[in-house]
């Protein structure tokens, strides 16, 4: 009887392996053999075209030679900076839209095995120029003044606001709920852009628990642009200031 119970087991045992040996053989597709990596720059000057992280602008990527081709979304950093390092070599259609800029295609790029340096043209919508942030001690409120160039002469301006947070991720979707009334402005109907000079303001008095002394804190201003026909709009910025309290 217990021999007859060991010869049912091994039988067993060899049907069981039989049945899960497939799906232990060896995967023998390659993995990503190269990097993609550059900026998104202005055409007009060459400067990084900043975004944010969370939620800003990012790349497409549609890799060529396959029945579906299925959309690879790859992140572009606050600064207007990209690195991809998972990347197969092959050729690519590459869009860049709902963005900060206008919208921009690259039909079969190619990407050769090993390193692969690209910086992609574009128009931003909105150009934040001549920014300041300053922190005045005597009335303890930090201060932008920065002035703004449409990317095209059609583009008009909904809304202006200086950010401020913890870290250099600061931006539209990470950010301070601050109070007061002079860190944004709104423009119920959409304002053309010219040369006007603007200020925003934290007040730190109004905002002490978010603000405490001897830390670092990162500011940031934004501006949204109003363009029809584009897609989605994200917020253009200027670079972050730190400022330590």
Known sequence: MIVMKNIIYVILSVVILTIFFPSCKIDNFEGPNATFYGAIKDSLGGGLVETELINGSAIEAYELGFTTQVSQKWLIKNTGEFRNNLVFANKYDIYLRNCNFFPYTVSGITINAGDNEYDFKVVP???????????DKTTNKVNATFSLEAGKSFVKLKTIRLYAFS????????K???AGTTYSQTFSTSKVIDSSTYTLSIDLGLNSTMFLTGRNYYFRVGALA???GVGTIRYNFAPYVKITL
């Open 176 to 178: 301070f709920s601050t």
């Open 226 to 228: 109003d363009v029809t």
């Open 167 to 174: 870290d250099i991720y600061v931006g539209e979707n990470v």
């Open 125 to 135: 919508y909105i150009r934040i120029k001549n920014c300041a942030i300053t922190l």
